[in-house]
C-alpha cells in the first residue's frame, strides 16, 4: 500500500494537471446553452492551486487516513465543472467513476460505500441547477451511484488482495533472509564459474571475511591444499546434471590464518528459474572433528602412559605380518612385566603405582626406535613390535637395554625403588605364529619362562615352551578344582634339637592327593600357583589346618611348634595379618607355637612393607623364620630391620658337609652370625648321621631332615616323639625300636 505522502503527491500531480488542462482548453471547447465559459476557466484555476497545496501538506504527519480529505474537494470541482459545462449526468458521471477508481486503488474496503452520500450530493445539484429533467437527473444518479460505488469496491478488493500478496511476499523474502543471516551456517552462492555472487553474514562469524569481500571472487583458495583436489572432484560431479548435491569435510583458512574443518554441502540448482546458480552451505566442525580425533586416541592408546593400548598394538602387529609376507622381512615382539609391581601398588598406593608406571613407559621411550611400536597392555604389562631385517636380533638387543635402564632406580617421592623387569621375546614364523595373538601368546609363554628362570631376565619362545605354557594351564585348571574338592592334605616334618634328637616342633608341607598322579609336593604346583595367584587361597588354607592341629598338640601333648612357609603373594595380599589373627583366634592355638617362615628374596622385595607387616606378626606373638639363608641377598642390614627370630641353613650347604672345607666354614660363620643376633638357628636337609654329628659339633642346636624323619602326617608320626624322658626310660627295646623315627 502506498504511504500517505505518494497518495498526497500523485493527487496533487493530478490537480495541478487537469487544472492545467480546463483552463488551457476551456476557451476552445464547444459549451451547451447555459454554459460559462469563463466560470470553467476559474474551476480550472481552482484544481491547479489547489493541486499546489496539497503538495505541500504534512501527509507524513497526518498518515493515510487523512487524504480521503481529497474526495469531496475533488467532487466539488468535478460537480462545479459539469455546471459550468452544462454536460448530463451520464457524460460526467464518468468523472466520479475515476475519483472512485482512486478510492479503490488508495483505500481499505468500505470507503467507497462510506463516500457514497457525497457522490449523490455532489452528482444531483449540477443536474438541479442546470436546468435537467427531473426525470433524467435521477436516472443518471440510479446508474451513477451503485456503479461508482462497485467499481471502487471492486477496485478495493483488489488492490487490497494485491497488498496482501505483495506483503506475504515480502514478508518471506524478509524472513529467508533474516533465516540466512542469522543462521550457524554459511550460504554462499555461486555462478557456474565458481564465483561468489552472495555469502552470508554468518561468513563472518565462522571465518572472519566479510561477506562483501567474497562477492565476485572464488573461495578456492580458502581451501586447504590437501584438500583442494578432492574439491574440485566433488565440483565436476554435482556439476554433470542438474538438482545434484556434493559433500565433503574441508579445511578452510580463517581470517586470522587458523584452519578449520567446515562440513561443505554443494547443490547444483542451475535449472531452478528461480536461483540459477550453485548454492554452498558450510559449517564449522572444528569442535567434533578434534573430540573424534581425541576419542579416536583414546580408543586406541593408554590413558596412563599414552603408548599404543593391546587392540592398536593388535592390529599393527597383523599389518606388520602381512608386511613381512610381501617383502619376506622378520617380526618380533617383546613382552615384559614389573617383577613384584604388586607389592609395590599395594604398599605405596596406586597413585605411587601410576606414576611407576609413567615412568617406566618414559624410559620405554628412550630406548625405541624409530618404527618400533610400544604399547601398555595392561597392569604392569608393556609389550615393544620390532619389525625389518633381523628383528629378532635387533629385538633381544633392545630388550637387553631395556633390562639395564630399568635397573636404575627410579625416584619416587620420599623414596627410590629399584624395579626388575621380565622379558619374553617371539618372532613370527609359519609354525607357531602367523597371527597376533599367536605371537602375543608365544612372547607371554617366554616372559613366565624368564620369571621361572628367577625373574629379572630375558627368554627367547622356543617351541617347547608352548608345551609347557599349555601343562601350567592344565595344572592351573586342576588346582582349582583341588581347592573345591579338598584334594590337598598336610604332612609334617620333624625339628630337633641336637645332639639329643628331641622333638622341638614340625614344619607343615603341602600336598597334593591328585586323582591321577598320586600324592604330588609342593614343587609339582607351587609355582603355578603362585603365578596364577591360587597361592594365597592355598597358603591360607594350609595356616587354617596347620592352627587346628597345633592347637590340638598343644591341647594334649604333641609337638608345641608348628613352621608354615608363607609365600610373596600371600605376605603382600590386603588384610594378611587380619587373616592370620583370625585363624589363631578361631583354633584356639597359642600364637607362640607359631612360625611363619620367609625368603630372603620375599623380605628384599620391598622391605618396607615387609617389614610393617612382621611388627603386626611379632606383635601377635609370632615367631618369624627365614627360610633358605644364605642363597639370596644374606645382606645383615636387614637382619636388624626385621624382627627375625629363627634362621634355616639352606640344604645346599648343609650337602657339602664332610667333604667341602667350604661349606662347614659357611655354616659356622652362620652360626656365628645367629649367635651375635641372638637367633636360632635350624639347619635344613640333614640326610646323614655324619652330617647330624658335624653339625652337633658345630654347635647347631636344630635340624631337620630325612635322617630324623620325612613328612609325614600328623596321625602317623611316632609316638616316640610324643613321649617324656622319663616315659622313654620305660621302654622296652623292642618298643624303643619301634617307635624310632626311622622304623
Not at 344 to 352: F, R
Not at 420 to 444: C, I, K, M, Q, V
Not at 511 to 520: A, E, I, K, S, T
Not at 683 to 705: H, K, N, P, R, S
Request: glycine residues 8%; charged residues 20%; aromatic residues 8%.
Amino acid at each position: 500500500m502506498l504511504s500517505a505522502r505518494v497518495v498526497g503527491r500523485i493527487s496533487s500531480a493530478l490537480f495541478v494537471l487537469c487544472g492545467a488542462l480546463v483552463t488551457v482548453m476551456a476557451p476552445s471547447l464547444p459549451f451547451q446553452a447555459g454554459a460559462s465559459r469563463w466560470g470553467l476557466v476559474g474551476i480550472g484555476l481552482t484544481a491547479a492551486l489547489t493541486g499546489a497545496i496539497i503538495w505541500f501538506l504534512p501527509w507524513d504527519r497526518w498518515g493515510r487516513p487523512a487524504t480521503i480529505w481529497l474526495v469531496p474537494v475533488a467532487m466539488t470541482l468535478v460537480a462545479c465543472h459539469n455546471y459550468f459545462t452544462g454536460y448530463d449526468g451520464f457524460l460526467y458521471g464518468l468523472f466520479f467513476m475515476v475519483i472512485f477508481v482512486w478510492i479503490g486503488l488508495g483505500h481499505p474496503q468500505g470507503w467507497s460505500l462510506a463516500c457514497a452520500p457525497l457522490l449523490a450530493v455532489a452528482y444531483l445539484l449540477p443536474l438541479a441547477f442546470g436546468g435537467h429533467h427531473p426525470a433524467v437527473a435521477l436516472a443518471s444518479a440510479g446508474y451513477a451511484l451503485p456503479a461508482c460505488v462497485l467499481v471502487g469496491e471492486t477496485v478495493s478488493w483488489v488492490s487490497n488482495r494485491l497488498r496482501r500478496a505483495e506483503q506475504a511476499l515480502r514478508s518471506s523474502e524478509e524472513r529467508f533472509r533474516s533465516l540466512v543471516e542469522e543462521s550457524a551456517d554459511v550460504v554462499v552462492v555461486l555462478d557456474t564459474q565458481g564465483l561468489v555472487t552472495f555469502a552470508s553474514a554468518s561468513l563472518e562469524r565462522v571465518l572472519g571475511y566479510s561477506p562483501r569481500d567474497w562477492v565476485g571472487q572464488s573461495p578456492a583458495d580458502c581451501f586447504h591444499p590437501a584438500d583442494r583436489d578432492l574439491l574440485a572432484r566433488r565440483w565436476e560431479d554435482m556439476m554433470r546434471s542438474p538438482d545434484t548435491i556434493a559433500r565433503a569435510d574441508v579445511r578452510m583458512v580463517a581470517a586470522d590464518g587458523t584452519w578449520r574443518w567446515c562440513a561443505l554441502v554443494l547443490r547444483n540448482l542451475l535449472a531452478d528459474p528461480s536461483i540459477e546458480a550453485v548454492v554452498a552451505n558450510f559449517a564449522d566442525i572444528t569442535e567434533r572433528v578434534e573430540l573424534e580425533v581425541q576419542l579416536r586416541h583414546q580408543a586406541f592408546h593408554d590413558p596412563l602412559t599414552n603408548l599404543a593400548n593391546r587392540a592398536l598394538l593388535a592390529d599393527r602387529i597383523a599389518h606388520a605380518l602381512a608386511r613381512s609376507e610381501r617383502a619376506n622381512e622378520e617380526v618380533a615382539i617383546i613382552l615384559f612385566d614389573l617383577d613384584s609391581f604388586k607389592t609395590i601398588n599395594d604398599s605405596l598406593g596406586h597413585s605411587v603405582g601410576d606414576r611407576l608406571l609413567e615412568m617406566v613407559a618414559d624410559r620405554l621411550r628412550a630406548n625405541l626406535r624409530a618404527g618400533d611400536t610400544a604399547a601398555r597392555l595392561g597392569g604392569d604389562e608393556f609389550a615393544v613390535l620390532v619389525e625389518g631385517s633381523d628383528a629378532l636380533g635387533r629385538g633381544r638387543t633392545l630388550a637387553e637395554r631395556l633390562i639395564e635402564g630399568l635397573s636404575a632406580p627410579l625416584a619416587l617421592p620420599g623414596r627410590e625403588v629399584v624395579l626388575r623387569a621380565s622379558f619374553g621375546l617371539a618372532a613370527a614364523d609359519p609354525l607357531h605364529a602367523t597371527s597376533a595373538e599367536e605371537l602375543l601368546r608365544n612372547a607371554d609363554v617366554a616372559m613366565y619362562r624368564a620369571k621361572a628362570a628367577g625373574k629379572g631376565g630375558l627368554a627367547i619362545f622356543e617351541a617347547y615352551m608352548h608345551a609347557a605354557a599349555l601343562a601350567r594351564l592344565e595344572v592351573d585348571a586342576e588346582l582349582r578344582v583341588a581347592m573345591a574338592e579338598g584334594q590337598f592334605v598336610l604332612h609334617y616334618q620333624p625339628l630337633v634339637s641336637l645332639p639329643e634328637g628331641r622333638l622341638q616342633g614340625v614344619e607343615a608341607l603341602i600336598r597334593w592327593n591328585h586323582p591321577g598322579r598320586g600324592l604330588l609336593g609342593p614343587a609339582e604346583f607351587i609355582k603355578v600357583a603362585e603365578e596364577t595367584g591360587l597361592v594365597v587361597e592355598i597358603g591360607q588354607w594350609v595356616l587354617d589346618v596347620a592352627c587346628a592341629q597345633l592347637a590340638e598338640w598343644q591341647a594334649g601333648g604333641g609337638p608345641a611348634r608348628v613352621a608354615v612357609n608363607v609365600s610373596a603373594r600371600q605376605l603382600t595380599s590386603p588384610g594378611f595379618v587380619e587373616a592370620v589373627a583370625r585363624t589363631l583366634g578361631s583354633s584356639g592355638a597359642d600364637p607362640a607355637g607359631l612360625t611363619l617362615e620367609l625368603t630372603e628374596s620375599l623380605l628384599m622385595a620391598d622391605t618396607a612393607a615387609a617389614g610393617s607387616v612382621l611388627g603386626a606378626l611379632q606383635r601377635l606373638g609370632i615367631r618369624i623364620a627365614l627360610d633358605d639363608f644364605g642363597t639370596g641377598y644374606s645382606s645383615l642390614s636387614y637382619l636388624h630391620q626385621f624382627p627375625i627370630a629363627c634362621l634355616k641353613i639352606d640344604k645346599s650347604f648343609i650337602d657339602g658337609l664332610g667333604a667341602l672345607d667350604g661349606d662347614a666354614s659357611v655354616v659356622s660363620g652362620i652360626l656365628g652370625l645367629a649367635s651375635a643376633l641372638h637367633m636360632a638357628v635350624v639347619a635344613e636337609g640333614v640326610e646323614t648321621a655324619i652330617q647330624a654329628d658335624l653339625l652337633a659339633d658345630l654347635g647347631c642346636e636344630m635340624a631337620q631332615g630325612y635322617f630324623f624323619g620325612r613328612p609325614m602326617p600328623a596321625d602317623e608320626l611316632p609316638r616316640r616323639w610324643f613321649l617324656a624322658p622319663d616315659d622313654l626310660n620305660r621302654l622296652t627295646p623292642d618298643e624303643t625300636h619301634r617307635l624310632s623315627p626311622s622304623a
